[in-house]
């Protein structure tokens, strides 16, 4: 069904799908001066995949922004939004099959999707056969430790990459162009995940902007070597060309001081490489443990953080801030001042791993961070399809559908402000340049096309029909080149 639609749209499914056939697939053998002649990547030894059909206008296409039932004309060039005219019929006149101009048949043309934290290395643990042992028995944080531990003492380069190109293939298949990834450095996996992001970052290059964060989730001053391993191994991976940034959980420490240690190392480390910094703290739900945040914002502020513009600090998890009163929300915002501070929630992983003893749950309100509080955040996917986070797949969209209910956000205005948490905030807190809802010309081309439904009708229509029901049905542009 999908096949007869896209060929009256003048679109060869299986031609395209050939076209973005990952790794070692063969290069077309038609010459196309619409296709880039396929080349090893510099920085891999993976083939880089021929990237598709480059397009230089979308035709008839519906705008989150523009008035309901106008339909506009999309220019593109070298890469960016050239410009946006009303539609003219006439244009379709003529159109030949996979040229450089796509007709969207009134389908909404939104911008493109990004996890603003994902765990690229641990994903779809539950599902590889490889793993199969490892099941989920009791359900809780330490059992998913354990699992978790246990599998990473088996990863292997096969393995990581195989789940990790599954990963962010049904990513790009859901709309997502850019994304955070984290992989672990510590003495268990040594540089494997970390040489499987690179690896992956690579091969998708063109397709999805994978940004690599070396990421310590054990200790990095407790333990039976005080984190001697871990902080060599991460001083190691801080210095590898391709590295974006680094992290660190300063939750997995014995004690306070220790925690600031953690604190302290991590941001240093960051700066004296350039690099971003992704702190995954503050991750519970109990109003007698004092937040950490205070104290990570007091470390920002002595390495002068306010200082480093293009190199941000996200802040993720963070439940015990649910527990904020208003006053500290307001010192919040006035601690943070103009430092590149922002968060991210992550309610699929919380809403499963995170209550009260008494079963109250936590997840950051996020709509309220951002309207309440001048914060910047986002949401995001976190873990896919291991012990943390068994349910839900890697669809941004399905996080921004969740926080209509979680967060009673059921307006159009809230449609859109959780939307571009998935879109142009998750771009722009992990400093990405980003297109807005707006869609203005001199934007980055990098869309979500939400194709016409077979229910005519039911084809979505605004940004809130999106988050409302996220459809299957979508077409990836990066760069203004259709990449799935
Ligand atoms: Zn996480």
Redesign the pocket.
């Known amino acids: 069904m999908a096949g007869a639609y896209l060929a009256a749209a003048g679109i060869n499914l299986d031609e395209e799908m050939s076209k973005i056939q990952f790794g070692a697939s063969p290069p077309p053998q038609q010459s196309s001066s619409l296709l880039d002649a396929p080349h090893a990547s510099p920085s891999s030894s993976t083939p880089r995949a021929p990237l598709s059909r480059a397009l230089t206008k979308v035709l008839g296409v519906r705008l989150p922004r523009k008035p309901p039932k106008t339909f506009w004309d999309v220019s593109i060039s070298e890469g960016m939004i050239e410009s946006i005219t009303p539609h003219s019929p006439a244009a379709r006149l003529g159109l030949r099959p996979n040229s450089s101009v796509l007709d969207a048949h009134e389908a909404l043309l939104a911008p493109s999707l990004c996890h603003a934290?994902i765990?690229l290395d641990k994903a779809f643990l539950l599902s590889d056969p490889k793993f199969s042992d490892l099941e989920v028995t009791d359900g809780s944080f330490e059992e998913a430790m354990t699992l978790t531990t246990a599998a990473k003492e088996r990863f292997d380069e096969e393995d990581l990459l195989r789940r990790g190109r599954a990963l962010v293939s049904e990513s790009l298949a859901f709309g997502v162009t850019a994304m955070r990834a984290?992989v672990e450095v510590d003495g268990t996996v040594g540089m494997k995940d970390l040489d499987a992001g690179l690896k992956l970052k690579a091969e998708f290059e063109g397709r999805c902007e994978i940004q690599i964060i070396a990421f310590a989730q054990l200790a990095l001053f407790s333990g039976s070597d005080g984190g001697n391993e871990v902080r060599r191994l991460m001083g190691e991976a801080a210095g590898r060309e391709g590295v974006d940034g680094v992290g660190s959980t300063p939750y997995v420490e014995e004690d306070g001081e220790r925690e600031g240690a953690n604190l302290r190392w991590i941001s240093d480390l960051a700066v004296e490489h350039g690099k971003m910094l992704d702190l995954?703290m503050d991750y519970h739900v109990d109003v007698e443990k004092q937040p950490l945040v205070w104290d990570a914002l007091e470390v920002l502020r002595e390495a002068d953080w306010d200082g480093r513009r293009g190199k941000g600090v996200c802040m993720?998890?963070c439940t015990r801030l649910t527990l904020f009163v208003e006053s500290e929300w307001t010192r919040l915002r006035e601690e943070i001042g103009s430092m590149p501070v922002s968060f991210v929630g992550?309610p699929t992983?919380d809403l499963y791993m995170m209550r009260t003893e008494d079963g109250r749950r936590g997840t950051l309100n996020v709509p309220d961070m951002i309207e309440k509080y001048g914060l910047q955040a986002a949401v995001a996917v976190?873990?896919v399809g291991n012990a943390f986070t068994p349910q839900g797949s890697s669809d941004p969209l399905s996080v921004a559908s969740l926080g209509v209910g979680l967060y009673q956000a059921g307006t159009k205005k809230d449609a859109d402000v959780l939307y571009e948490c998935v879109s142009s905030r998750a771009k722009e807190i992990i400093g990405l340049a980003h297109s807005s809802l707006d869609l203005n010309p001199g934007e980055p081309a990098d869309f979500v096309l939400y194709e016409r439904e077979e229910v005519a009708w039911r084809t979505k229509k605004s940004i809130a029909e999106v988050v409302y029901d996220p459809t299957s049905r979508r077409r990836t542009i990066k760069s203004g080149r259709l990449v799935a």
Do not use: Q, R, T
């Open positions: 934290h765990h984290f995954h993720g998890h992550l992983s976190n873990n």
